[in-house]
C-alpha cells in the first residue's frame, strides 16, 4: 500500500517552455502533498507543501509565480514550471502524507531537462 | 532555524562490515525522526522513531533515537553490496507540516 506515481519520469525541454509534472496516490488519499527539488549529490530540499482545495505554501525563495501548484483532488497534485531555464533542471520529487499519519510516501521523481 | 546534520557525509566499507550512521538534530517542536534509503530514484522509507530509547529493527537495519542529546544512529550489520545509497535523515517539524532532511551519508560497500 501506499504507493505515489509522478509522470513524466523523464522530461527534456526547451529553455522558456512550460513543464507539468502530476504526483498521484494510488490507493490511498493525501489531504498533503509535498514538493522536493534535489540537485546531484545534494539533499532533498523542500519547496512547497500542498493541501487539498487550497493554496500552497512555499517555502523561503521559491517563486511561487514560476513553481505552480494545484492540488485539485485528495489523490492528485501537479507541479508546473512555467518559463523553464537551464538553472531550473533537477530531479523533482514529490511525496504524499497518509491521512491521520505523519510518514510521507515518495514518488519516483521526475528529471527535468531543461535545454 | 530548524535544521539536520548528518555525518559521516561520505563512508566506504568492505562487504561485512557494520556501520553506524550519525543524524543530530536541532527543531523548534520535534515530532518524529524519520531515515530513508536513496538509490537511483526517490527515498525509501526505512524507520519512523518518536521516542527515545526504544530500537527500531528491520532485518540487518536498526535504529535508535536520544531525544535528550538530540540525535539519531542508523546501524546496518554485515553489510551487503546491495545497502549502497545514500541514507538520509529527516526531521518531522510539528506545526510545519514539513519534512527538514540532513544532507545525507553516502554508504559505499566494496565487495
Known amino acids: 500500500g501506499a504507493v505515489v506515481s509522478q509522470h513524466p519520469s523523464r522530461v527534456i525541454c526547451k529553455s522558456g517552455t512550460s513543464v507539468k509534472i502530476e504526483c498521484r496516490s494510488l490507493?490511498?488519499?493525501?489531504?498533503?502533498m509535498f514538493w522536493y527539488r534535489q540537485f546531484p549529490k545534494q539533499s532533498l530540499m523542500l519547496m512547497a507543501t500542498?493541501?487539498?482545495?487550497?493554496?500552497?505554501?512555499?517555502e523561503q525563495g521559491v517563486e511561487k509565480d514560476k513553481f505552480l501548484i494545484n492540488h485539485a483532488s485528495l489523490t492528485l497534485s501537479t507541479l508546473t514550471v512555467t518559463s523553464a531555464h537551464p538553472e531550473d533542471s533537477s530531479f523533482y520529487i514529490c511525496s504524499a502524507s497518509v491521512i491521520g499519519t505523519d510518514t510521507q510516501y515518495f514518488g519516483p521523481g521526475t528529471r527535468l531537462t531543461v535545454l | 532555524e530548524d535544521k539536520v546534520v548528518q555525518s559521516p557525509l561520505s563512508l566506504v566499507v568492505h562487504e561485512g562490515d557494520t556501520v553506524t550512521l550519525n543524524c543530530s538534530y536541532e527543531?523548534?517542536?520535534?515530532?518524529?525522526l524519520l531515515w530513508y534509503k536513496q538509490e537511483k530514484k526517490a527515498p525509501t522509507f526505512l524507520f519512523m522513531l518518536t521516542s527515545s530509547g526504544i530500537e527500531k529493527k528491520s532485518g540487518r537495519l536498526s535504529s535508535i533515537l536520544d531525544k535528550k542529546e538530540l540525535f539519531s544512529i542508523l546501524n546496518i550489520t554485515a553489510t551487503q553490496t546491495g545497502d549502497s545509497a545514500v541514507y538520509l535523515c529527516a526531521v518531522d517539524v510539528q506545526g510545519a507540516q514539513k519534512l527538514v532532511f540532513g544532507q545525507g551519508t553516502r554508504l559505499t560497500i566494496n565487495p
Open positions: 490507493d490511498f488519499q493525501a489531504t498533503t
Open positions: 527543531v523548534t517542536n520535534f515530532r518524529s
Open positions: 500542498s493541501n487539498e482545495g487550497s493554496k500552497a505554501t512555499y
